[in-house]
C-alpha cells in the first residue's frame, strides 16, 4: 500500500481558477465541423443545422472557450470564403489534411453556434500563406460596429451587432516543416509583432497569443521562444504550448506520470520567458496559452485521406477511441493546468468532437460520450475559487521516461464563496492502491459533498455509442472523516475527485 499525506491551507494561495483553463479546440479537419457540431439534415439539427444532441453534450462538458479554425487548417485558409450567402461560396482545397473545404460552416455559423453553447471564442489568424492586412480586415468584420466596408459587410451577412472578440491566437505553429508557410523564430516574431502593433491600433485590450514552440520535443524548442519574444515581447500578451501524450513501448507507468511533462514544459517556457523579461527590464509577464493538449494515438488513426480519395469533404481523420487509462491521463494533466494557473490563463483540449475528442458522433444518429469526457466535466465543473498550493509528501514511484515521481498526484480548489474545497487527485501506480490522507489546514471540515473516482479497473475499456460507460464516475465509498482532514483509499491506475464542505477558520 503506497501512502501520501496532503496538506492543504486557503492561505497559501496560487492563483484564481482562471475559466478559460477550460476551453477546447474545433478545427476545419475531419468530422469536427461537418457531422460533429454542424449536421443539417440530422434529427436534432435546429434551423442553423446545429446538433442539439452535440450541444447539450458541450454544455455538460463544461467549455469555456473554444479556438477556432485552426489549428493547421488556419494556415491556408481565406476566411472570407466563409462568409456571406452560403451557395455562393467558393470550395477551396484544405493543404493541411488533403482534404475539400465546402466553407458551408464559416465565421458566422461559428459564432452562432458559440452563442447557443454559451463559449467564449479563441480566434486565430492565417499568418501562413497570409498576414497583417489580412489579420486586421478579420478583425474589422468581427469587431467594428459598422460604418466601413467589412463591418457593413457582416451586418449585411446578417449580424448587426459586433461579435467583440477578444483572444487572437497570431497563427499556429510556425515553427512546423508541416506547417503552409512555416517560418524562422526571427521572421515569425517580426510579422507577430507587426500584426499586433497593426491589431492594437483598432483595439489596444485585445489579448494576443504568440506561437510557442509545437511541442516540448522540437529541435528549436527554446531558442524559438527567445527569439520570438526578442521580437514581439511588447506586443503579446501569452505565448502557445502545444503537448500530445500516448503510452510509448506499452510503459503504462510513464503514460500516467505524463503531468510530470506537462509541468517541465510549463516551468521551462515560463522561464525563458521571464528570462526576456529581465533582459528588457520589463515589469511585464508573459502568459501561458496551452491551446493544445490531449492524449493523442499519433499513428493510430489515419490523418490524411486513404490514397484512392482525392480531396473528400470531412473524411473521418484521427478518430481516437479513448480507454479507461486515457481518462486517468486526461485527469492528470487538469491538475498540472492548474497546479500553473499563476502563469496558464488559457487551455485548450485538442479538439472537441470526432478529433480526438471527448464527444464522438454517428452520421445521422446518436451522440456520445468518450472516457475522457468525464474528468474533464468534472474538473470545469467543481474547480472554482482559488487553486491551492498543495504539500505533498509520501510514497514516490520510479518511470522509465520520468524517474522517480509521487505516486499520487494532487492539486485543490477553494471556493470561498460557497466553503468548497476540491481535491483532484491521481494514482500513477498500476499496482497499487494509495492511502491518503488530505490534512485540511486553516479550514473546518463539516462535512463530504462527495467522493468519486475513474479507472482502477478495466483500464483498457473504451466506450461505444449503445454500450457501458466504462469511465463514469462511480462513488468511493472509503472517504472518510479523520481528525482535521480526510482519509481515503485511491484505487491503482485512478483518477479522483473529493469535494469536501468547509468553513474558513481564522488564524
Given at each position: 500500500?503506497?501512502?501520501?499525506?496532503?496538506?492543504?491551507?486557503?492561505?497559501?494561495?496560487?492563483?484564481?481558477?482562471?475559466?478559460?483553463?477550460?476551453?477546447?479546440?474545433?478545427?476545419?479537419l475531419?468530422?469536427?465541423?461537418?457531422?460533429?457540431?454542424?449536421?443539417p439534415?440530422?434529427?436534432?439539427?435546429?434551423?442553423?443545422?446545429?446538433?442539439?444532441?452535440?450541444?447539450a453534450?458541450v454544455r455538460?462538458?463544461?467549455?469555456?472557450?473554444?479556438?477556432?479554425?485552426?489549428?493547421?487548417?488556419?494556415?491556408?485558409?481565406?476566411?472570407e470564403?466563409?462568409?456571406?450567402p452560403?451557395?455562393?461560396?467558393?470550395?477551396?482545397?484544405?493543404?493541411?489534411?488533403h482534404?475539400?473545404?465546402?466553407?458551408?460552416?464559416g465565421?458566422?455559423?461559428f459564432?452562432?453556434?458559440?452563442g447557443?453553447?454559451?463559449?467564449?471564442?479563441?480566434?486565430?489568424?492565417?499568418?501562413?500563406?497570409?498576414?497583417?492586412a489580412?489579420?486586421?480586415?478579420l478583425?474589422?468584420?468581427?469587431?467594428h460596429r459598422?460604418?466601413?466596408?467589412l463591418?457593413?459587410?457582416?451586418?449585411?451577412?446578417?449580424?448587426?451587432?459586433?461579435y467583440?472578440?477578444?483572444?487572437?491566437?497570431?497563427?499556429?505553429?510556425?515553427?512546423?516543416?508541416?506547417?503552409v508557410?512555416?517560418?524562422?523564430?526571427?521572421e515569425?516574431g517580426?510579422l507577430?509583432?507587426?500584426?499586433?502593433?497593426?491589431m492594437r491600433?483598432?483595439?489596444?485590450?485585445?489579448?494576443?497569443?504568440?506561437?510557442?514552440?509545437?511541442?516540448?520535443?522540437?529541435?528549436?524548442?527554446?531558442?524559438w521562444?527567445?527569439?520570438?519574444?526578442?521580437?514581439?515581447?511588447?506586443?503579446?500578451?501569452?505565448?502557445?504550448?502545444?503537448?500530445?501524450y500516448?503510452?510509448?513501448?506499452?510503459?503504462?507507468?510513464?503514460?500516467?506520470?505524463?503531468?510530470?511533462?506537462?509541468?517541465?514544459?510549463?516551468?521551462?517556457?515560463t522561464?525563458?520567458?521571464?528570462s526576456?523579461?529581465?533582459?528588457?527590464?520589463?515589469?511585464?509577464?508573459?502568459?501561458?496559452?496551452?491551446?493544445?493538449?490531449?492524449v493523442?494515438?499519433?499513428?493510430?488513426?489515419?490523418?490524411?485521406?486513404?490514397s484512392?480519395?482525392?480531396w473528400?469533404?470531412?473524411?473521418?481523420?484521427?478518430?481516437?477511441?479513448?480507454?479507461?487509462?486515457?481518462?486517468v491521463?486526461?485527469?492528470?494533466l487538469?491538475?498540472?493546468?492548474?497546479?500553473?494557473?499563476?502563469?496558464?490563463?488559457?487551455?485548450?483540449?485538442?479538439?472537441?468532437?470526432?478529433?480526438?475528442?471527448?464527444?464522438?458522433?454517428?452520421?445521422?444518429?446518436?451522440?456520445?460520450?468518450?472516457?475522457?469526457?468525464?474528468?474533464?466535466?468534472?474538473?470545469?465543473?467543481?474547480?472554482?475559487?482559488?487553486?491551492?498550493?498543495?504539500?505533498?509528501?509520501?510514497?514516490?514511484?520510479t518511470?522509465?521516461?520520468y524517474?522517480?515521481?509521487?505516486a499520487?498526484?494532487?492539486?485543490s480548489t477553494?471556493?470561498?464563496s460557497?466553503?468548497e474545497?476540491?481535491?483532484?487527485?491521481?494514482?500513477?501506480?498500476?499496482d497499487?492502491?494509495?492511502e491518503?490522507?488530505?490534512?485540511?489546514?486553516?479550514?473546518?471540515?463539516?462535512?463530504?459533498?462527495?467522493?468519486?473516482?475513474v479507472g482502477?479497473?478495466?483500464?483498457?475499456?473504451r466506450?461505444?455509442?449503445?454500450?457501458?460507460?466504462?469511465?463514469a464516475p462511480?462513488?468511493?465509498?472509503?472517504?472518510?472523516?479523520?481528525?482535521?482532514?480526510?482519509?481515503?483509499?485511491?484505487?491503482?491506475?485512478?483518477?479522483?475527485?473529493?469535494?469536501?464542505?468547509?468553513?474558513?477558520?481564522?488564524?
Amino acid at each position: 500500500m503506497n501512502r501520501a499525506r496532503l496538506t492543504l491551507d486557503p492561505r497559501r494561495r496560487v492563483a484564481p481558477v482562471p475559466r478559460r483553463l477550460f476551453g477546447s479546440f474545433v478545427e476545419h479537419l475531419g468530422r469536427c465541423v461537418y457531422g460533429g457540431i454542424y449536421e443539417p439534415g440530422h434529427p436534432t439539427a435546429d434551423a442553423d443545422g446545429f446538433r442539439a444532441d452535440v450541444l447539450a453534450l458541450v454544455r455538460e462538458l463544461g467549455v469555456t472557450t473554444v479556438r477556432y479554425p485552426g489549428g493547421n487548417f488556419v494556415s491556408s485558409y481565406r476566411w472570407e470564403d466563409g462568409v456571406g450567402p452560403v451557395d455562393q461560396r467558393p470550395a477551396r482545397l484544405d493543404l493541411a489534411w488533403h482534404s475539400l473545404e465546402t466553407n458551408a460552416f464559416g465565421l458566422d455559423e461559428f459564432m452562432r453556434w458559440l452563442g447557443k453553447a454559451d463559449v467564449e471564442p479563441i480566434m486565430a489568424v492565417n499568418l501562413g500563406t497570409r498576414g497583417t492586412a489580412e489579420a486586421v480586415d478579420l478583425l474589422e468584420y468581427a469587431n467594428h460596429r459598422g460604418g466601413s466596408h467589412l463591418a457593413d459587410q457582416r451586418r449585411d451577412n446578417g449580424t448587426p451587432d459586433p461579435y467583440g472578440i477578444r483572444l487572437w491566437c497570431l497563427g499556429n505553429e510556425m515553427d512546423g516543416p508541416w506547417q503552409v508557410g512555416a517560418r524562422t523564430a526571427t521572421e515569425y516574431g517580426r510579422l507577430a509583432a507587426q500584426t499586433a502593433k497593426a491589431m492594437r491600433r483598432f483595439d489596444p485590450d485585445l489579448e494576443l497569443i504568440a506561437c510557442g514552440s509545437s511541442h516540448y520535443g522540437m529541435p528549436t524548442f527554446g531558442t524559438w521562444e527567445r527569439d520570438v519574444l526578442t521580437e514581439a515581447y511588447d506586443d503579446v500578451d501569452l505565448i502557445s504550448l502545444h503537448a500530445y501524450y500516448q503510452p510509448v513501448d506499452d510503459d503504462l507507468p510513464s503514460f500516467l506520470a505524463s503531468a510530470e511533462d506537462m509541468d517541465r514544459y510549463i516551468d521551462s517556457v515560463t522561464a525563458i520567458a521571464d528570462s526576456v523579461g529581465a533582459i528588457r527590464k520589463s515589469t511585464k509577464k508573459i502568459m501561458i496559452a496551452f491551446d493544445e493538449w490531449n492524449v493523442w494515438y499519433q499513428s493510430a488513426a489515419p490523418s490524411k485521406p486513404p490514397s484512392g480519395e482525392d480531396w473528400p469533404v470531412a473524411p473521418p481523420l484521427l478518430e481516437d477511441h479513448y480507454s479507461v487509462a486515457d481518462a486517468v491521463v486526461v485527469g492528470g494533466l487538469l491538475i498540472s493546468l492548474l497546479r500553473h494557473s499563476d502563469r496558464v490563463t488559457a487551455a485548450c483540449q485538442a479538439q472537441l468532437v470526432n478529433v480526438i475528442a471527448p464527444i464522438m458522433t454517428e452520421p445521422g444518429g446518436s451522440a456520445w460520450r468518450q472516457t475522457i469526457f468525464h474528468p474533464f466535466a468534472r474538473t470545469a465543473q467543481h474547480a472554482r475559487g482559488a487553486v491551492l498550493d498543495v504539500l505533498r509528501d509520501g510514497s514516490t514511484t520510479t518511470t522509465d521516461r520520468y524517474g522517480e515521481v509521487d505516486a499520487v498526484d494532487a492539486v485543490s480548489t477553494w471556493d470561498e464563496s460557497t466553503g468548497e474545497m476540491t481535491v483532484f487527485l491521481v494514482n500513477r501506480v498500476t499496482d497499487t492502491p494509495a492511502e491518503v490522507t488530505v490534512d485540511v489546514s486553516g479550514v473546518q471540515v463539516t462535512g463530504i459533498i462527495e467522493c468519486v473516482t475513474v479507472g482502477g479497473t478495466d483500464l483498457d475499456a473504451r466506450n461505444t455509442p449503445d454500450g457501458p460507460d466504462h469511465a463514469a464516475p462511480r462513488a468511493n465509498g472509503t472517504a472518510q472523516q479523520a481528525g482535521a482532514g480526510v482519509q481515503l483509499t485511491l484505487p491503482p491506475a485512478s483518477w479522483s475527485m473529493l469535494r469536501l464542505q468547509a468553513a474558513e477558520v481564522t488564524p
